[in-house]
């Protein structure tokens, strides 16, 4: 009998150890949590993070990423004032925030795009086959000094007189309601707006920045981080782009599937408009460059001049606290 409940002790005891032992396990294993900024309303520039998520590549570094649309204000300032560990934004605003009286202390760590989509775009009835023909023509967009600083470099180089353009503000019309109704021409990223011109048959004449100024191939959109969080922990930004790399990686390889996992997140999406986008941007993400995220500093200094000649900043950008390389994987 004394042997029967000394071993029913060692049991319980036993079970108990393990018990203990699967708390601590569990303990070990949870996740760390991480917030996701977006730019905009989800969209395929956005599949990479998306696909992350969903194919666990995340958790696998030990993060629990959840991705966020942006509230008032720009992304970087909601990452500046450390209302998100991650967020979504464009070299421009990082110029913008860096040059900044009071500078926000914001980093890029990752090209989502390796190469500038946008340009100018407008349906091939209206005639607008180069910066040329802007002129006595109505532009539609959403106000910023970098718009017409854009449209009058380029008008220049033809010898346009850029006075003679009409200058709108759209809100949030599309490019199809406002070259409908309102507008000639709009500033588009082919990705999405040409995209979706092809698949509902409209023509249009497109007209790439960076075919009439190198300077204009900025990086966009551009994954950034708050300078406190890279010097505090390297590691999270390590971890974080390690997966996120994998996830454009998988969307590069699978647009199909990936835009899936875009959709069931975001099902107000147009899917033919999507798949069509996500086999687009699979030559976009990476294209010419050796990874996924890297950026050079030629282009970060070559759009930064370009935006202090035109008078856009105040003072020169410092292109090496602007972004980053560091916390990309390794080829």
């Given amino acids: 009998m004394k042997k029967f409940v000394s071993s029913l002790l060692i049991i319980i005891f036993m079970l108990g150890f393990v018990g203990c032992q699967e708390k601590v396990d569990n303990e070990e294993k949870s996740l760390e949590e991480v917030t996701v900024v977006l730019d905009w309303v989800p969209n395929t520039n956005h599949t990479g993070l998306y696909t992350a998520v969903a194919k666990g590549y995340y958790a696998a570094e030990g993060l629990e990423v959840e991705i966020i649309q942006p509230s008032e204000g720009g992304t970087a300032s909601l990452i500046a004032s450390g209302q998100g560990n991650f967020g979504i934004s464009y070299q421009e605003e990082v110029t913008y925030a860096r040059t900044a009286a009071e500078a926000l202390p914001i980093k890029a760590i990752a090209a989502i795009i390796q190469h500038n989509t946008s340009g100018f775009a ?132 699978n647009p199909k599937e990936s835009v899936e996992i875009l959709l069931a997140e975001a099902p107000e999406i147009d899917p033919e408009i999507a798949q069509a986008s996500q086999e687009y941007l699979a030559n976009e993400y990476i294209s010419d460059a050796s990874q996924w995220g890297i950026m050079e500093q030629k282009r970060w200094e070559g759009y930064s001049d370009w935006m202090y000649k035109n008078q856009l900043i105040e003072r020169p950008l410092d292109v090496e606290e602007a972004y980053t390389n560091e916390y990309l994987p390794n080829e």
């Fill in 122 to 253: 407008s349906p091939v009835s209206k005639g607008i086959e180069s910066p040329k023909d802007f002129e006595g023509k109505k532009y539609g967009g959403w106000g910023s000094p970098a718009e017409k600083a854009t449209i009058k470099g380029l008008m220049d180089k033809e010898n346009a007189d850029f006075n003679q353009v009409e200058m709108i503000d759209l809100g949030a019309l599309d490019f199809f309601q406002a070259t409908k109704d309102h507008v000639d021409f709009t500033w588009i990223y082919y990705g999405w707006d040409g995209i979706a011109a092809e698949i509902k048959e409209v023509p249009i004449n497109f007209i790439k920045l960076q075919d009439y100024n190198e300077k204009l191939d900025f990086y966009t959109p551009v994954i950034i981080a708050n300078e406190t969080l890279l010097t505090d922990q390297p590691d999270l930004a390590k971890k974080f782009l390690k997966a996120t790399a994998k996830g454009y990686e998988f969307a590069i390889e």
